[in-house]
């Protein structure tokens, strides 16, 4: 039997890889949020926090955290003064982000790549963990370019490859290894964190994000590697126009 995992990886259209990875998020939501404290060893919520030492204040402004899983960004954009849409395609997500009240706005079931707000609507577009998923991420950034106002920002937290060789060959081995064993032990789901570990793996390095931004109508893109480049923060600006 062909190995679904394999097989979606290697679908190009991006409405089968959609639903291929909202099905894997609804199935492993019950182990989601443990995992992701055992697997960063804790370190998820520092780079999360970390995303305000590269921001202005979020006081008062409209925020959309999109792919926001359970809402952990979400809440403390909240905690910070936004005024938040938190928007994932998995319901499943949004149901325990409800649960654990961590979704403080308007919680929202809708595709990324579809975004169903009005032009200029947002002061600041986040995406924590999420942005690897997306099959088309450049209609992804047209859309983030589309609901957010002139000067507005962009703020992309995700895992990524470090560039020092030593460490990048103990993460390699941590990527291959560890993760989808420890994932799939915990959440009973072993082919979920298969395929996210190769997600990691095999996601554009940063420099090439910051180019499809550019060329998606941001400008002045800035990266924050986060513990020895596990981690990237990139932030963009909406060009004025």
């Keep these: 039997m062909r190995n679904p995992i394999a097989y979606e990886l290697n679908d190009r259209h991006p409405q089968a890889r959609k639903r291929f990875i909202q099905r894997l998020f609804d199935a492993i939501v019950p182990t ?11 370190t998820d919520v520092i780079w999360r926090r970390n995303i305000f030492r590269h921001i202005s204040s979020v006081q008062g402004q409209a925020i959309v955290d999109l792919c926001c899983g359970t809402g952990d960004l979400s809440a403390l954009m909240h905690h910070r003064g936004g005024n938040v849409v938190s928007l994932d395609f998995s319901l499943k997500m949004l149901q325990r982000g409800l649960h654990k009240k961590a979704l403080p706005g308007r919680p ?3 595709d990324a790549s579809r ?9 600041v577009a986040c995406i924590a963990f999420g942005i690897r998923n997306i099959p088309d991420i450049n209609v ?5 370019e589309h609901v957010l106002t002139p000067g507005g920002k962009l703020v992309v937290l995700e895992l990524t490859r470090p560039q020092n060789k030593l460490v990048g060959t103990f993460y390699k081995l941590y990527l291959d290894h560890l993760l989808p064993l420890i994932g799939g032990l915990i959440s009973g789901q072993p082919l979920a964190y298969r395929y996210l570990s190769r997600t990691i793996a095999t996601f554009i390095e940063p420099v090439d994000l910051g180019r499809m931004l550019f060329e998606g109508g941001f400008a002045n893109v800035r990266h924050f590697p986060q513990t020895f480049g596990i981690a990237t923060i990139t932030v963009a600006h909406k060009r004025n126009m």
Excluded: C, W
């Excluded at 975004?115 to 002061?123: Q, S, V, Y």
């Excluded at 992804?140 to 983030?144: A, D, G, M, T």
């Design 115 to 123: 975004l169903p707000f009005k032009p200029r609507t947002f002061d």
């Design 32 to 42: 989601y949020d443990l995992l992701n404290r055992v697997l960063s060893m804790g």
């Design 108 to 110: 929202l079931a809708a």
């Design 140 to 144: 992804f950034i047209r859309e983030v």
